[in-house]
């Protein structure tokens, strides 16, 4: 006996018959299988059937259960009764060919697998007569189990493995799914392939898929990857969160009704339902899972899981409130909701996650990436349009109001992505920043596939979590400057190099001459992955033949023609950008920072960062003479793409001050290798560990920190006052300031003032942003007094005398004084006051200073930056 052939059975009368004609047609040796029939109770004559075919077919069997009618604890009678050891599970009702069963059993057969499925979702397999909606519910179930099982079809139920897998199922497996628990329980260590099949909708009957399936399934995931859902916990945890939404809703009115602020309300009514709610929950609807006495480091969790809802729930708050226009009263019961599956989710797996059947440790890291990394995207969903703008952001912004091909301190990118995202979204927040929401994505795609060919799909998912909660990272997914185009396109570049030089794959040249060039639209340190390629095609023979091939010219050659608006505008501006970023590196004032390097890289990393990344580096140098070819070539690829920039980075600090997110797109690289290190069980147990032990709090407190600060620019956070903020933000309301001082001016000399912001071009830019259309001042910046200012130079090139009144508004007192050099400027100015403040204010609240100065008119500036520059 070969193998045995379990079909559950469910009144499949119609399809008995033709089944078993089609299985014993297929030329097997009738000694070589047997057949078992699980029916459970079947009323439509399917036993009797069978028990026709049993009479007289030594290899025919049928089992009647008796209990509860069941999937899974049918295949599993089934299975105890089969005299082989290789088992194939398919269904009655002709979805399955019996003409495809050869192809499905053969591989475990040959004793090279112990699992192989039938699947419809690889090249080859597809699905036939199903209607829409039943393959969309299928493909979203299969969906749902991709970041815990690996396999393309895990809902399938055409497959066939080795008996002795059986063993390790848990108790509680039931329903449709058997397949995903037996390879779940194989906890990563099985061989299995995939063999293409087409499924066709069953010949006869109806399916007895119902709801309540689908509801056990989501069940079954849930506890498959650590978290505890029953219907008890869950209905239990869902009672417990109806009173603490009464408590928490009743408390938010009390408080909006007298006058506290969102805020303030918020935070107060949600203190009041989360201590009621835990002890509800730890001594009831958890109680099963967790008995005995408060448990402070359970409670700690649970307070770490309720501040992030809390401070989550503030953004859809203020969302709802500020941006819909809906009343406090209302808006706090969807922003209820958003905290209840925050908490529900993080309760379940988290606080009072599945203890006896834990997962394996990867898995846990899986279920930790997705929900980490799902919860910065909602986050930055959120805070997206409601955080005010930083000067620089609205200084790219400014870009867009003057469009061009190329800009004088940057390549376009950033430009063409706001005046997207503005075309779309309006001239607000959330048009300039969408794209930075964008590049986020597809950053966290390309640095998931790069890190998965790497290594393999665990890796690639703790790589994105990762880049979710350092700084860098999440940063460039919400702030819109060049680094949001320019870490997307990095990642991108990477991945299609790696494609190409290491994998040796034709077509990733193509990609890479794509990502190149817009990579170089974005920013031009993105140059530097072109240094790296040369040095590794240097360095590594198998590449080198790519020398000889036209491909990577070829893609040279596209990358050059996507960056060529940059060529054509310098061309028509006498090289000014190449010669600025050439006069950055030469006339730098020759000072020693590399320690200033370091720090900077220990912020946009996070000390823990930088350590696994030094680790990391470490480990890739020790393992460059191993004898395996293929992970020397990994390593030497990892070490020349992050440490060709890197060393050149060093390079100019040792004569030049550094930015402190120069280095940020550098760390792409090295991040799969981290993400590696942390997962490692077996190997590298030691350090591996250890680097677990304080990535965990790393993460958390990270992230914490940044729900914190959002909230805290959006709302506040009562008892924390804004003066740490400085003069460097708040400028909606700052602006709203210099509106009324303009507003006092005209009135007094009946002409409409000139404001100037201070700075390079930071104000200026800030003011023109904030600016309402209705109100519209003439807007300049520093250089009408001789200094600098960026594009200000090109749009605004020069100013004449004029008796009109002139506004000077500044984040310093001196800015307004003095000018770069240390020069007054008073000479320029006439009758010209001395600085002032005012204490800019949101709803009465203090937000910060307004300097400025004011004067009766301009004299001009002695000298023209443009000729200073010359
Ligand atoms: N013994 C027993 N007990 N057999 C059952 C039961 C039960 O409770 N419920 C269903 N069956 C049998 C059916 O008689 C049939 O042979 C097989 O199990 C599949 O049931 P269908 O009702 O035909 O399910 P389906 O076609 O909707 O679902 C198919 O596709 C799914 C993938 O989306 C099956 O192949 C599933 O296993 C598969 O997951
Ligand atoms: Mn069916």
């Not at 805020?263 to 005995?292: C, D, M």
């Not at 393992?623 to 020397?632: A, L, Q, S, V």
């Not at 310093?812 to 020069?823: K, N, S």
Request: glycine residues 8%.
């Amino acid at each position: 006996m070969q193998f045995s052939i379990v079909i559950p059975t469910l009144n499949e009368s119609e399809n008995v018959d033709l089944l078993l004609t089609r299985l014993l047609a297929l030329d097997l040796v009738p000694e070589s299988f047997e057949v078992i029939f699980v029916d459970d109770g079947s009323t439509d004559g399917t036993p009797e059937k069978i028990r026709r075919w049993e009479a007289h077919k030594k290899n025919i069997h049928l089992v009647e259960r008796q209990e509860k009618p069941d999937l899974t604890a049918s295949i599993l009678a089934g299975t105890a009764i089969a005299k082989s050891d290789i088992i194939v599970v398919m269904d009655a009702d002709l979805s399955h060919l019996p003409e495809q069963l050869p192809a499905v059993v053969s591989p475990v057969l040959d004793g090279n697998y112990d699992v192989a499925v039938g699947s419809r979702y690889i090249p080859g397999g597809s699905t036939q007569g199903w209607p829409l909606y039943r393959q969309w519910l299928s493909r979203a179930g299969g969906l749902l189990a991709r970041p815990i099982c690996d396999v393309s079809d895990a809902t399938s139920g055409f497959f066939a493995f080795h008996r002795k897998l059986i063993t390790n199922i848990p108790e509680k497996a039931r329903g449709y799914k058997i397949l995903l628990e037996l390879l779940m329980s194989g906890q990563g260590n099985l061989s299995v392939i995939e063999i293409p099949i087409t499924f066709h909708d069953r010949a006869q009957g109806t399916s007895k898929l119902s709801l309540s399936h689908h509801l056990i399934y989501l069940q079954r995931l849930i506890t498959l990857a650590g978290g505890t859902v029953s219907i008890g916990t869950a209905s239990r945890f869902a009672i417990v969160g109806f009173m603490g939404i009464f408590v928490d809703a009743l408390t938010f009115q009390w408080m909006i009704s007298w006058n506290s602020g969102l805020a303030l309300a918020h935070i107060t009514s949600f203190l009041a339902a989360v201590t009621i709610n835990y002890t509800l929950n730890s001594k009831w609807s958890f109680r099963s899972y967790h008995e005995g006495n408060l448990d402070w480091y359970q409670f700690g969790r649970f307070l770490t899981v309720g501040l992030f809802a809390l401070l989550l729930r503030g953004g859809v708050l203020a969302l709802l409130v500020y941006t819909w226009h809906l009343p406090a009263e209302l808006a706090i019961f969807p922003a209820i909701a958003a905290t209840a599956a925050v908490n529900y989710l993080g309760s379940a797996f988290y606080v009072f996650p599945e203890n006896r059947n834990r997962p394996s440790l990867d898995i846990r890291w899986r279920v930790a990436a997705v929900g980490i990394v799902l919860f910065v995207i909602l986050l930055r969903l959120v805070y997206l349009g409601l955080a005010q703008l930083i000067p620089d952001e609205a200084y790219y912004w400014q870009y867009t109001q003057h469009m061009d091909l190329s800009f004088f301190d940057h390549p376009p990118m950033v430009a063409w992505l706001i005046w997207l995202g503005t075309t779309i979204a309006g001239q607000n927040e959330l048009g300039v920043r969408i794209g930075a929401f964008i590049c986020g994505l597809i950053a966290m795609g390309y640095l998931y596939a790069f890190a998965r060919n790497l290594y393999d799909k665990s890796t690639g998912m703790r790589a994105i979590m990762l880049l979710s909660i350092l700084p860098f990272g999440f940063a460039s997914g919400l702030v819109m400057t060049p680094d949001a185009p320019l870490i997307a396109t990095w990642a991108a570049t990477l991945y299609y190099m790696e494609r190409a030089l290491v994998a040796g794959r034709n077509i990733a040249w193509l990609g890479m001459g794509v990502a190149f060039g817009l990579g170089l639209l974005s920013k031009y340190t993105l140059g530097l992955l072109g240094i790296a390629a040369l040095a590794f095609v240097i360095l590594d023979p198998a590449a080198r033949r790519w020398m000889r091939r036209p491909q990577p010219y070829l893609s040279a050659i596209l990358a050059l023609l996507l960056f060529s608006p940059v060529i054509i505008w310098n061309y028509e501006n006498n090289w000014v950008s190449f010669l600025f970023q050439t006069e950055r590196l030469g006339g730098g004032g020759h000072t020693f920072s590399v320690h200033y390097l370091l720090l900077y890289i220990a912020i946009i990393l996070t000390p823990v960062g930088l350590y696994a990344a030094l680790h990391a580096l470490r480990y890739i140098c020790s393992k460059n003479n191993n004898y395996d070819k293929c992970e020397r070539r990994r390593n030497l690829f990892v070490l020349i793409f992050t440490g060709i920039p890197l060393v050149i980075f060093l390079g100019i600090s040792t004569f030049d001050t550094p930015r402190f997110h120069w280095t940020s797109p550098v760390w792409l690289a090295i991040l799969p290798t981290i993400a590696w290190m942390m997962g490692q069980s077996r190997t590298l147990y030691t350090i591996s560990s250890r680097l677990r032990a304080i990535w965990q709090p790393t993460i958390i407190v990270s992230l914490l920190a940044y729900t914190f600060v959002l909230h805290y620019v959006v709302l506040g956070i009562p008892g924390i006052p804004y003066q740490f903020l400085t003069e460097h933000y708040f400028w909606k309301e700052a602006t709203l300031e210099v509106e009324k001082i303009a507003e006092e001016m005209r009135s007094q000399t009946g002409q409409v003032p000139i404001v100037v912001g201070m700075s390079k071009w930071s104000i200026a830019s800030a003011l023109s942003f904030y600016n309402k259309d209705s109100n519209k001042m003439d807007i300049r910046s520093r250089n009408m007094f001789g200094d600098n200012s960026a594009m200000y130079d090109f749009w605004f090139p020069s100013h004449p005398p004029s008796n009109r009144p002139i506004i000077l508004v500044g984040m310093e007192r001196h800015t307004l004084e003095r000018d770069r050099e240390g020069d007054e400027i008073d000479h320029m100015l006439d009758q010209p006051s001395t600085v002032q403040y005012r204490i800019v204010t949101r709803n009465g609240t203090p937000l910060r200073h307004l300097y400025y100065r004011t004067a009766q008119g301009y004299h001009g500036s002695a000298i023209s930056k443009l000729t200073k520059r010359q």
